[in-house]
């Protein structure tokens, strides 16, 4: 099989104007009778029909490039025969076991310890949780309590971690906190490695890490406001708040700041794992060694799964005991199937040398852009996870929510996928399926190209 294969050949395609009157029509029952907390229709008026590879195509034979691979979800392409095929075989035999041990859920748990780093292989536990990312890190705050006796918690300004209220409790986004209460007590945010937008106004070279030596400060201080606390989680390249990538040293540091002192770290990998930024974890690319790993979104290969991996010595401590963590889904069987093919697929097909040669291709075929734009601050991305951050003004560095969702509007009309986020919601954000060939890359990185000059050109903030 050759990814070629995957896709529709002839994407893009846009039959008419957007969106056709298939999707309209559904669109407005959708509008209708679901609640109002749908969102992504409603800022891309989408519907659709079904999916191949990198590609969908829409309720009216409309066909786009998928930039953003149903948030990181479908790794390996939408509709994967391979994963299909596993999926299927699975569910001839049965779907459902709660976490009873069967065959499958075996050979992911052997997976999954198998693509750690050797510091860390066959030396931590696998326990898995409900089918979504946030499940993941409800699990992890509660492990992290109940191996510390402690309640307070660390995360960093940017960070997303679910809905959940544990997990959105971590989570940094203003606009949901101020909504939706009561969340977890003694959530502290510290900065974190932004380069664009650095809180200390320094830059890159001269810096000295200093976001890192801030965390040391604030565990240092008695008089800082706060505790010892339970766990520090962090994603090693951030993903919702906007394709961040820190600077090498910084997890590693932060990392080995908290084993100085005895604070569990977490890597939150759901959106950055499983060979998105060229290797199977993000925090792989600094040499760093997590206490507890959150998984989901490509674990399941597109079907619902999440897990947690923590070291084996906690066990020692005999606090996560029978019932610790409990869900009638924890562990949906054809999910690891889909797990287990989606991990083989990877090794066989090498897909962490594909990910690094297409994701440098793309970013720097975008910095080509960035350079020769009024509107575009900063390209920035390791593997497929990369951020175009959008502004009004590249001196100010002024954010432009505004520019941002035209681009998306105008990529949409001539079909390419692409989803916004960032701290100021500035930030284009491309996740392809990992599986893109290198000429839908090109098509797709050129359709932006014209449309971020055609906002440029029209737009009456620049």
């Given at each position: 099989m050759t990814f070629e294969n995957l896709h529709y050949p002839e994407a893009p395609k846009i039959i008419d104007k957007l969106p056709g009157k298939k999707a309209r029509d559904i669109l407005k029952k959708q509008y209708e009778i679901e609640g109002k907390a749908v969102s992504y229709p409603k800022a891309i008026p989408l519907v659709i029909g079904e999916g191949r590879g990198a590609t969908i195509k829409d309720s009216d034979g409309n066909i786009f490039i998928d930039f953003f691979a149903g948030a990181g979800v479908v790794a390996l392409g939408h509709c994967n025969p391979i994963i299909i095929k596993a999926v299927e075989e699975q569910q001839k035999k049965i779907t459902h076991t709660l976490d009873f041990p069967?065959?499958?859920?075996?050979?992911?748990?052997?997976?999954?310890?198998?693509?750690?780093?050797?510091?860390?292989?066959?030396?931590?536990?696998?326990?898995?949780?409900?089918?979504?990312?946030?499940?993941?890190?409800?699990?992890?705050?509660?492990?992290?309590?109940?191996?510390?006796?402690?309640?307070?918690?660390?995360?960093?300004?940017?960070?997303?971690?679910?809905?959940?209220?544990?997990?959105?409790?971590?989570t940094s986004g203003r606009f949901w906190k101020e909504q939706y209460l009561p969340l977890l007590s003694e959530i502290h945010f510290l900065p974190y490695a932004y380069c664009y937008r650095c809180p200390f106004q320094r830059i890159p070279d001269t810096c000295e890490r200093i976001c890192a030596q801030y965390y040391d400060y604030k565990l240092n201080d008695p008089h800082s406001g706060v505790t010892q606390p339970a766990g520090t989680i962090i994603e090693p390249v951030q993903g919702e708040g906007g394709s961040i990538i820190p600077p090498k040293g910084f997890i590693k540091q932060i990392q080995e700041i908290s084993q100085n002192y005895d604070i569990p770290i977490i890597f939150d990998e759901i959106q950055s794992g499983f060979n998105r930024t060229g290797k199977f974890f993000s925090f792989e690319h600094d040499g760093a060694v997590p206490d507890i790993i959150t998984m989901s979104k490509a674990l399941g290969g597109g079907f619902p799964l999440s897990a947690i991996a923590y070291r084996e010595e906690f066990d020692e401590k005999e606090k996560w005991v029978k019932g610790a963590h409990i869900g009638t889904f924890r562990g949906n069987v054809s999910a690891m199937a889909a797990g287990v093919a989606t991990i083989d697929f990877m090794i066989d097909y090498n897909l962490s040398e594909h990910v690094k040669k297409l994701g440098t291709y793309m970013v720097q075929s975008l910095k080509d852009l960035e350079r020769n734009s009024d509107i575009i601050g900063e390209v920035r991305g390791k593997g497929l996870m990369i951020g175009l951050e959008v502004v009004v003004n590249k001196e100010t560095k002024q954010p432009s929510e505004e520019l941002a969702r035209q681009i998306r509007t105008e990529a949409f009309n001539r079909g390419v996928l692409v989803e916004i986020g960032g701290h100021y919601n500035n930030v284009v954000r491309l996740l392809p399926p990992l599986v893109i060939t290198q000429d839908l890359a090109e098509k797709g990185i050129e359709i932006l190209k014209t449309t971020i000059e055609m906002v440029q050109n029209t737009s009456n903030y620049v």
């Open positions: 069967t065959e499958i859920r075996i050979r992911l748990v052997e997976k999954i310890r198998g693509i750690l780093p050797d510091k860390l292989r066959d030396k931590m536990r696998i326990q898995f949780g409900g089918p979504t990312g946030s499940d993941a890190v409800e699990m992890a705050i509660k492990f992290a309590k109940c191996m510390t006796q402690r309640r307070a918690f660390i995360s960093f300004e940017g960070a997303y971690h679910g809905m959940t209220s544990g997990a959105l409790s971590l």
